[in-house]
């Protein structure tokens, strides 16, 4: 269940559940895998978009919705330092976004979140924001990439 999805709460609050429930989350196979750090996420992050300046966009949908996709769920993430540096997406992108499926893209999606929370934690005030903010906008509104409800939502869990 939590390879699905995974959860986890503070001593206090698992406290607070009903025992049951409780006893079933405070069980070592039931508590969701480590999550890697934010800074270990961004160096991720960089990595894979150099990788990915490299590679010729008609071989994205192999790299990120192949047979074998790598475990890493950062596609939104280069998306958005795609439209950060250039302003604009390539229309291979929508053909990688069909192949990751609904389902798929949610585990991108929360990366992605994470990664949006590490930026605007780190960017400090002014310009830099702004066109963060601006970004984000495109993604949702313009280029219809992920939906506000569905953003909002995982940004809240």
């Not at 406290?15 to 270990?40: R, Y």
Request: charged letters at 20%; hydrophobic letters at 40%; a negative charge.
């Amino acid at each position: 269940m939590q390879q699905q999805t995974p959860h986890s709460w503070s001593t206090n609050t698992r406290d607070c559940f009903p025992p049951p429930l409780a006893e079933f989350f405070g069980q070592p196979q039931n508590q969701p895998p480590a999550k890697e750090s934010k800074q270990q996420l961004k160096v991720a992050i960089e990595e894979e978009h150099r990788k990915v300046l490299a590679m010729n966009p008609d071989d994205w949908p192999a790299h990120f919705a192949g047979a074998q996709p790598n475990n890493q769920h950062f596609f939104l993430c280069l998306l958005w330092k795609q439209l950060l540096e250039t302003e604009r997406i390539n229309p291979a992108a929508y053909s990688v976004i069909e192949r990751i499926g609904a389902r798929g893209l949610g585990s991108h999606l929360r990366t992605f979140c994470d990664f949006l929370v590490y930026e605007f934690a780190n960017s400090g005030k002014g310009q830099h924001v702004n066109k963060c903010i601006d970004v984000l906008n495109e993604m949702v509104w313009s280029y219809n990439i992920v939906t506000i409800e569905r953003l909002v939502l995982c940004l809240a869990l």
